[in-house]
């Protein structure tokens, strides 16, 4: 039979037993003319041949060949190198397998030894089928042979074929699938998060689930690194789990990336976990062919996933003091759907010079700055020169709400690389959703400006809300997360800088800016951080000529 049509049979997705560790139909390879076919392009082939709607609707995102190699070598590495038995719970068409045997021959395994040393599972029968084939096809090509035993049908939530040894490395990237987001959870996902409730909330991502199992799964001091969507970093359904882990399997190895490294654009990251670890340091890794930038003590990151992630992006480490916080002297808050549509129902355009309720969108505001009235906004599909708040044209709950924020507070807007507040001093800005509002005393309203400015506070907020944005290099904060935001312990700076904005009037967006990288720098003596900070803030620090245009 020729290797087209062997391949062309796995695609077709043949019947197999239901039983975990059966072997089902084989798929026998006689000699195909011209030699061996790539094993790697068989799981690519199926890739290619799957429905792109169905692999979103599972959360099935296959893993391109670099980075998978690159992972390989990110957690077999020091004294993990040869693990007795590495399994890849979810193999689809089988790239970690082919990586992992790669990597054995690489270390000197012998071909024969080191299929023998590798196991898949997955629950798509076709899936399955294909990964075995590409077993086989690299077995062939290295002169030895492979059983069908080296990838079996079956759910690594619920069980773990018997005929395997217990694995001391499971490597993979298994489904995505959130009850938050479009892929369906499958019911023995469900079922293996609800049977934790003590690890996971109820919108924890499968991935995560896959994660515990895989830890509860290995053997002594095993290794695991399987890809997980950036929410599980620092989602609070996850929270508890992340704690639970760096206890029993802390944290080794972090790899993230900005670059889309698959078709769907999920933003991923990869922890490298080892049961029973003491090591102080953990390596840093990113690019989608993985690159060891750094390390870092885990002595003050060692239960913050996300903050290690986003080190790895080039975001300076910061211990701040957490001993008071923006929530002691302020209050802060946001309007959701309901306030939306409402003050989307009221906006008309200003009748007179008179008119307050000045409607300010996220992309209408820069760092002590505000475009209202100098260039048009865009809010609720349409275009305005002036967008103003009609209270006549307000329900009665959306009313009070607006009255609640029409007073002196502070905006903040979400979604950029630095915190960009405005100082509303008049208490005539209608926060649209979702700009936040910062309501305290109007002697402090500048204080808290400052914060909001200083460099160590956007470093600290962004490895803390790691991945909750739309880009990974945003910062995204709520109402809640801002009031946790920790105040600086050397007074006379701040005072410094909330004096020099009380005392500022920017009339030009260019003024305002070199206003806020003043108050920027009095900020870092304020909080006591390195230069280093003021290095990185400095590259993320908008201009007035790359501010947007329009508001969305």
């Known amino acids: 039979m020729a290797v087209a049509a062997r391949v062309g049979r796995a695609f077709g997705q043949p019947e197999l037993d239901s039983e975990v560790g059966n072997s089902g139909p084989e798929i026998s390879l006689a000699d195909p003319p011209g030699g061996w076919a790539n094993p790697w392009l068989v799981g690519l082939a199926h890739e290619q041949a799957a429905n792109a709607a169905d692999r979103t609707r599972r959360g099935a995102f296959y893993t391109p060949r670099i980075l998978v190699e690159g992972l390989v070598k990110l957690a077999l590495s020091g004294d993990n190198q040869r693990p007795r038995f590495t399994v890849d719970p979810t193999c689809g068409g089988g790239a970690f397998l082919l990586a992992v045997l790669d990597h054995l021959v690489a270390c000197g395994v012998a071909p024969a030894e080191a299929v023998s040393m590798v196991g898949g599972m997955d629950v798509d029968a076709g899936a399955v089928a294909v990964a075995r084939t590409a077993v086989e096809l690299w077995a062939i090509a290295n002169g030895c042979e492979a059983t069908k035993d080296q990838v079996v049908l079956g759910d690594a939530l619920v069980s773990y074929p018997e005929a395997w040894p217990v694995p001391e490395a499971i490597i993979g990237n298994p489904p995505f ?20 409730p003590d690890l996971f909330g109820p919108y924890a991502d499968t991935a995560a689930c896959h994660l515990v199992r895989a830890v509860e799964l290995l053997d002594g001091d095993g290794v695991v690194c399987l890809v997980q969507p950036v929410s599980v970093l620092a989602g609070r359904d996850t929270e508890n789990m992340r704690l639970h882990l760096n206890e029993v399997a802390p944290v080794q190895t972090m790899w993230c990336t900005t670059e889309a490294v698959f078709d769907a654009g999920v933003r991923v990251a990869a922890p490298v976990l080892q049961r029973g670890a003491k090591n102080l340091n953990v390596t840093l890794a990113t690019g989608p ?20 992630a986003a080190m790895a992006l080039g975001v300076p480490w910061v211990d701040l003091d957490e001993s008071s916080c923006l929530g002691d ?4 808050t946001a309007g959701f759907r309901d306030e939306h549509y409402g003050l989307a129902a009221a906006c008309v355009e200003q009748a007179d010079s008179n008119s307050a309720l ?23 599909r349409q275009l305005w020169d002036k967008p103003v708040i009609d209270p006549d044209l307000l ?3 959306v009313r009070r ?14 979604q950029s690389k630095v915190l960009e507040p405005f100082v509303d001093v008049e208490g005539i800005v209608a926060p649209a959703t979702p700009v936040l509002a910062i309501h305290a005393p109007v002697h402090q309203l500048h204080h808290i400006a400052a914060v909001l400015l200083a460099p160590p506070v956007v470093a600290w907020a962004l490895q803390r809300s790691f ?12 109402a809640t997360q801002v009031q946790r935001l920790p105040l600086p312990q050397r007074a006379k700076h701040w005072d410094l800088a909330a004096e020099l904005l009380r005392t500022s009037s920017p009339e030009t967006a260019d003024e305002a800016l070199n206003l806020a990288k003043s108050v920027a720098q009095l900020m870092m003596e304020a909080y006591g951080a390195k230069p280093e900070v003021m290095t990185w803030y400095e590259t993320r620090f908008p201009s007035a000529e790359t501010s947007p245009t329009l508001s969305t």
């Open 358 to 380: 000045r409607l300010t969108t996220v992309g209408s505001i820069d760092p002590l700055f505000t475009w209202w009235g100098r260039r048009p906004t865009r809010f609720a």
């Open 467 to 478: 991945g909750s944005a739309m880009s990974l290099d945003a910062v995204k904060l709520s």
């Open 289 to 308: 062919k993985p690159n060891i930038v750094g390390s870092v003590s885990v002595s003050a990151t060692s239960e913050k996933w996300s903050a290690l």
């Open 395 to 397: 329900d009665a709950k």
């Open 329 to 332: 002297i302020a209050s802060a």
């Open 177 to 196: 699938a959130s009850p938050l987001k479009s892929a369906a959870v499958d019911p023995v996902s469900g079922q293996f998060r609800e049977a934790r």
């Open 401 to 414: 709400w607006l009255e609640n924020q029409l007073k002196p507070k502070v905006v903040l807007p979400t």
